[in-house]
């Protein structure tokens, strides 16, 4: 939410996006005017009907400008805030792992294992994983802490109206070990994750599994110092079984490679 709150607040003091909107509305507030209904000379300015007919031009007018000044404010702050939308993603991504504070020792986690979250059903209209996902989700519970030991933070995408999937991904894992699942964090605002567990000294030494949408998986990865062609890119539709390593044991940056467990 920190991340959407500051491309609001950028958008809506974008010099340019003010300058747009004053404009807008100055213009077609002198458009407006020059454009009032207003009784001609052969019309009576006493007729009842006539009078009807003019108030109800001008409330016609009048709503017209409304409606045209809203739409042109809204499309204008809406192309701001997708402009500082994009901006906060580049500079998430020069400004990532190799820039000011990672100069230093390496304070973030031991291990993060990335993840896309378990099969769908493939009904548009169901958030939940389907037979196949859920049989996933518990052998993952298994293997993670067989192979890697016990995790010792859980994350996953925060539950949307099209998904709680990440979060039911890792639930088997966390009953398994007695740990919780961090899901506060929307798909959009995965840089606020990065950030927190590559910065917060909580996190050192520690393995982090992380459970998210396969649209946000290459970004992560690459946020989180992957070298490109080490993790898909982009991630396919239809791919579930395999899992981004990346090891921290030497430091910053990681050795990174794919897992393809054995189910």
């Not at 994009?86 to 291990?111: E, S, V």
């Not at 890792?170 to 007695?178: D, E, K, N, S």
């Not at 690459?222 to 981004?244: F, Q, S």
Request: charged content about 25%; aromatic content about 8%.
């Amino acid at each position: 939410m920190r991340t959407t709150k500051s491309i609001l607040q950028r958008a809506l003091s974008s010099p340019v996006a003010l300058a747009l909107a004053g404009g807008w509305l100055t213009f077609l507030g002198w458009r407006t005017a020059t454009a009032w209904p207003r009784l001609s000379l052969d019309m009576a300015s006493g007729d009842r009907q006539t009078e009807a007919a003019l108030v109800g031009a001008i409330t016609a007018h009048v709503a017209n400008a409304v409606v045209l000044a809203l739409g042109g404010v809204i499309i204008i702050f809406g192309v701001a805030a997708l402009v500082a939308r994009r901006a906060a993603r580049g500079d998430g991504r020069r400004a990532g792992l190799d820039g000011p504070g990672f100069d230093g020792p390496w304070i973030g986690p031991q291990r993060v294992l990335l993840m896309r979250h378990a099969e769908k059903t493939g009904d548009l209209e169901d958030i939940h994983l389907s037979q196949a996902g859920q049989q996933r989700a518990e052998r993952l519970a298994s293997y993670l802490p067989a192979e890697y030991g016990l995790p010792d933070f859980l994350f996953a995408a925060a539950r949307s109206k099209r998904s709680i999937r990440s979060i039911e991904t890792l639930q088997p894992l966390a009953a398994r070990i007695g740990a919780q699942v961090r899901h506060d964090v929307e798909d959009d605002d995965f840089e606020d994750l990065v950030a927190e567990i590559t910065r917060d000294a909580r996190y050192r030494d520690s393995v982090i599994v992380i459970a998210w949408h396969h649209k946000k998986i290459a970004q992560i990865a690459a946020m989180l110092g992957a070298e490109d062609g080490t993790y898909p890119d982009p991630w396919p539709e239809t791919l579930y079984d395999v899992i981004i390593d990346l090891d921290y044991a030497a430091g910053y940056p990681p050795h990174c490679k794919q897992l393809k467990p054995p189910f």
